[in-house]
T-cell receptor, first 112, second 113 residues
Framework: NAGVTQTPKFQVLKTGQSMTLQCAQD?????MYWYRQDPGMGLRLIYY???????DKGEVPNGYNVSRLNKREFSLRLESAAPSQTSVYFC???????????FGPGTRLTVL | SQQGEEDPQALSIQEGENATMNCSYK?????LQWYRQNSGRGLVHLIL?????REKHSGRLRVTLDTSKKSSSLLITASRAADTASYFC?????????????FGKGTKLSVKP
């Protein structure tokens, strides 16, 4: 099992460019999450999906959109990147009824 | 804010010593989790303690929970260089019905060989 995978690992964008971060899990989990982590900060929840076909806003959703493509995949889209979105982005998944979340390795995004 | 707050922000010890990290929070919770993050990697779940538990062990990890003080501690005994990482506590958000978590800012542990 690969667990939670994320692509790309690194990305540099110019202000105003768009991109999609991909996340996939092979654990058959219903719930998936997108977080961002900034230096000296804990993780902040951007969006989550409790099950296939549903998505909800987290703490910091502005400037992002998500798609739960199927049970395995949950993508995060930046329509018009801003320097404030420079961060490390983590995807996570969770089995229904179990509290622990499983994290991917992260995508390090720099917006110039 | 419900956010857990870890203390200290950074901790440096010698291999073989014990490391203690603390987490305080503000609301009532039904469980608290601890995660580890190695540099440049994703978080890894370490241990969960429920509100009706006072202490829990897993290998060299010992977690305590004091709901009256709204605090938890993570003790790593006989630390190793491989324990060097950041450690985060996480508490359920909005009662935990969606499984969402609020993470603290973490304690950065450095274990010197």
């Amino acid at each position: 099992n690969a667990g939670v995978t994320q692509t790309p690992k690194f990305q540099v964008l110019k202000t105003g460019q768009s991109m999609t971060l991909q996340c996939a899990q092979d654990m058959n989990h219903n719930s998936m999450y997108w977080y961002r982590q900034d230096p000296g900060m804990g993780l902040r929840l951007i969006y989550y999906s409790a099950s296939e076909g549903t998505t909800d806003k987290g703490e910091v959703p502005n400037g992002y959109n998500v798609s739960r493509l199927n049970k395995r995949e949950f993508s995060l889209r930046l329509e018009s990147a801003a320097p404030s979105q420079t961060s490390v982005y983590f995807c996570a998944s969770r089995e229904t009824g179990a509290p622990a979340q499983f994290f991917g390795p992260g995508t390090r995004l720099t917006v110039l | 804010s419900q956010q857990g707050e870890e203390d200290p922000q950074a901790l440096s010890i010698q291999e073989g010593e014990n490391a203690t990290m603390n987490c305080s929070y503000k609301t009532s919770i039904n469980n608290l989790q601890w995660y580890r993050q190695n540099s440049g990697r994703g978080l890894v779940h370490l241990i969960l303690i429920r509100s009706n538990e006072r202490e829990k062990h897993s290998g060299r990890l010992r977690v305590t929970l004091d709901t009256s003080k709204k605090s938890s501690s993570l003790l790593i005994t006989a630390s190793r260089a491989a324990d060097t990482a950041s450690y985060f506590c996480a508490i359920p958000f909005d009662g935990g019905s969606q499984g969402n978590l609020i993470f603290g800012k973490g304690t950065k542990l450095s274990v010197k060989p």
